[in-house]
């Protein structure tokens, strides 16, 4: 199986990138492909641009990236509550290519943050968005605190109660 991982973040220091590559180091049998959201940077999407310039070449790349996998792991930061710029703008040029952004593919949703809420609030946006756009949520989870429930040394979930809950979750995609 080869599974496409990323996190929703263009930070170099993304701890949501941090726990989807761990997430993603669980499905033993699988390939993964982390990517990373800078390598498909974009001009801010506007309809005007869009006339101007015509499909980008990165939402090109990207689309292909995820057509090509049999499943999907992401990651959202939370930025005030709603998506990170960088993937709302990777997704809404991708979206003006195919409603059907994410081609069916299964996938397993996940989010952090420094603090308690762990970004469920987008979390939660995804969960409920993604069947419009073709994604087949299979299972979440979110990671709350993550400076106190992941080691950072050893890349790994330190609670042991989240860290069997996330490989659970992310056995669904063995299914």
Not at 12 to 24: C, P, R
Not at 30 to 59: H, M, R, W
Not at 145 to 156: G, K, P, V
Request: charged share 20%.
């Amino acid at each position: 199986m080869k599974v496409i991982a990323f996190s929703a973040s263009n930070s170099k220091n993304s701890i949501n990138k941090k726990l989807v590559t761990y997430a993603g180091s669980l499905l033993e049998s699988a390939t993964i492909e982390v990517l990373d959201l800078n390598d498909y940077e974009l001009p801010l999407f506007s309809e005007d641009k869009e006339k101007v310039t015509g499909t980008q070449e990165p939402a090109k790349r990207f689309l292909s990236k995820i057509k090509e996998c049999d499943a999907l792991i992401v990651s959202f930061a939370e930025h005030n509550g709603s998506y990170s710029v960088a993937y709302k703008n990777l997704f809404d040029w991708c979206s003006r290519i195919t409603q059907k952004v994410y081609h069916g593919k299964p996938m397993i949703l996940l989010s952090t943050s420094p603090g308690p809420n762990g970004a469920n609030t987008v979390l939660t946006a995804a969960v409920n968005s993604m069947p419009y756009f073709d994604g087949a949520v299979k299972g979440h989870f979110s990671l709350p605190s993550f400076y106190d429930n992941f080691d950072l040394e050893s890349n790994c979930i330190s609670n042991i109660d989240l860290a069997d809950q996330l490989s659970k979750i992310i056995n669904l995609l063995n299914k």
